[in-house]
């Protein structure tokens, strides 16, 4: 699962029983939750399940998990992972009864619905009757978006001042700076030049790919809205019209007025995203390549990891010949323009950076002391001062050797193929780290702490079933202590086993 999936996951899990139901009334949703969400062995599992109408006994279920594969473990895993997502029933245990699984009335009915077809007009949208502008096309869509998407990550890097920048980038809307700041992705540093300064978040956010970067706005937004009374929005309705956004056709002039209010309601944000290109004085609305991808697999266009190389296939820095990997236009760079890209790093901590973006420039900044700019290279050395201002953001050494190495020139990877040596030096990488060391002393994980249990059984049963659905962190079998890093698997195995006592 990427990181974006991973991320909407801890979102759902966190949703009580009855939000489950309202969102699987909508096929489009339950056939998102069913492509994204889900693992090889779950996806066999539902599809088994679907069409059979008495329950299945779970032992049953050993001859899909052979031993050499995980066996039992990797089978707990994968009902953990359903059951979280209200898509599995699973009876409680008994002395004298088989434990049995189900698929879920109101999930069953949802994706029979999506494979089937049917149930209510427009729950995978209804296309626009109206003339569409032969001007707005893909590659107009595509262009939109990524103005908008880099917008958000300029402000993200802190390389534009409050009332923008004078090289086109105009910086996203009041709401989702708030938004960003509300997340914790930027703070407020009166310290700096525009007063707003990158957090740890917010690097991990830089290098996530793009339908992480976009779930991550997308869920704060969602948790604003949940922390506004006044705001006229429901979440889950919210959850739920993204999950069709991620079924429409790329391209395709869908019709307003098929919309609830409150879905009309939420279109403005979803511009100021950059998910919807809503033309003035129409009815109708374009879903973008970041909508249409967000329960897919696919690259939604480009991210800033990938940002030397669409600098060096298109120096020219115009952002509608850009490579697109979903399926959009795509501008084929020569083997001149591509030779030369990415970061050479010396023993002697100087950097060259092959790139003409400057959104990638100003995400270097961040870290290294930059010297000379060139036309297609800039110039800069690592300094402990660099290394600690980055370290105040929030910057992790880690996430910084990460950076490198993912960026590191076509040079120095084949080099260090043929030598059998590390990508990076390693006197670099050792001084990163023993600068963030002069700081830092100790590493935190947020989690659970288990204890006060009623028996010794109960300890190891809940001990040993953390660890098999693989949330434990850590226990202490003398003390009958554990941590977890999540508890609502854990809660809901502890009712089902003291029920079936």
């Known amino acids: 699962m990427s990181l974006g999936g991973q991320q909407l996951l801890e979102y759902l899990e966190k949703l009580p029983g009855t939000a489950f139901r309202r969102l699987y009334q909508s096929p489009a949703t339950a056939l998102a939750i069913f492509r994204r969400m889900l693992s090889y062995h779950a996806k066999v599992i539902v599809r088994g399940l679907l069409y059979m109408p008495d329950p299945f006994p779970l032992t049953s279920l050993d001859i899909w998990f052979p031993p050499e594969g995980g066996g039992k473990v990797h089978r707990d895993r994968t009902i953990a992972a359903l059951r979280s997502l209200h898509i599995l029933q699973v009876s409680p245990p008994g002395k004298d009864r088989t434990q049995e699984i189900q698929i879920t009335t109101s999930f069953k009915k949802g994706l029979q619905l999506a494979f089937e077809g049917g149930g209510e007009d427009g729950s995978f949208g209804v296309p626009s009757s109206l003339p569409v502008d032969p001007t707005i096309d893909i590659a107009y869509l595509d262009k939109y978006a990524r103005k908008k998407w880099d917008d958000i990550l300029h402000y993200v890097v802190n390389s534009l001042g409050v009332h923008g920048s004078s090289e086109g980038v105009s910086g996203p809307k009041a709401s989702v700076k708030e938004l960003l700041l509300a997340g914790r992705l930027v703070e407020r540093r009166p310290d700096t030049r525009t007063g707003i300064g990158i957090t740890q978040a917010g690097f991990t956010f830089l290098l996530q790919e793009s339908n992480a970067q976009v779930w991550t706005l997308l869920l704060l937004w969602l948790e604003a809205a949940d922390h506004t009374a006044d705001s ?226 109960e300890y190891a049963a809940l001990s040993r079933y953390a660890e098999e659905i693989g949330v434990l962190v850590w226990k202490n079998d003398k003390r009958q202590l554990f941590f977890a890093s999540k508890h609502e698997q854990l809660r809901d195995y502890l009712k089902s086993r003291k029920k079936g006592e």
């Open 232 to 457: 006229g929005m429901d979440s889950i309705d919210m959850l739920s019209f993204l999950f069709m956004l991620s079924s429409l056709e790329l391209g395709t002039a869908y019709d307003t007025s098929a919309l609830t209010e409150t879905r009309r309601n939420m279109l403005p944000s979803l511009v100021d995203f950059g998910l919807i290109y809503f033309p003035r004085d129409t009815r109708q609305f374009f879903p973008t390549r970041l909508a249409t991808t967000l329960t897919s697999t696919a690259s939604a266009l480009r991210t800033v990891s990938s940002a030397f190389t669409a600098a060096t296939a298109n120096p020219s820095g115009e952002p509608g010949t850009t490579t697109s990997t979903s399926g959009g236009p795509a501008a084929t760079p020569d083997k001149t323009q591509t030779a030369a890209k990415g970061i050479i790093i010396e023993t002697n901590y100087r950097i060259y950076a092959y790139t003409t973006s400057p959104l990638q420039i100003a995400v270097l900044a961040l870290f290294c002391q930059l010297n000379m700019r060139f036309p297609n290279m800039v110039s800069g050395r690592l300094t402990r001062d660099s290394i600690r201002q980055a370290i105040g953001f929030g910057i992790t050494a880690d996430q910084i050797i990460s950076y490198l190495h993912a960026h590191a020139h076509q040079q120095m990877v084949r080099e260090a193929t043929v030598t059998g040596k590390p990508v990076l030096p390693p006197t670099v990488v050792d001084q990163i780290r023993l600068w963030q060391l002069e700081n830092e002393r100790m590493q935190t994980t947020a989690g659970f702490l288990f204890k006060d249990f009623e028996s010794t059984e």
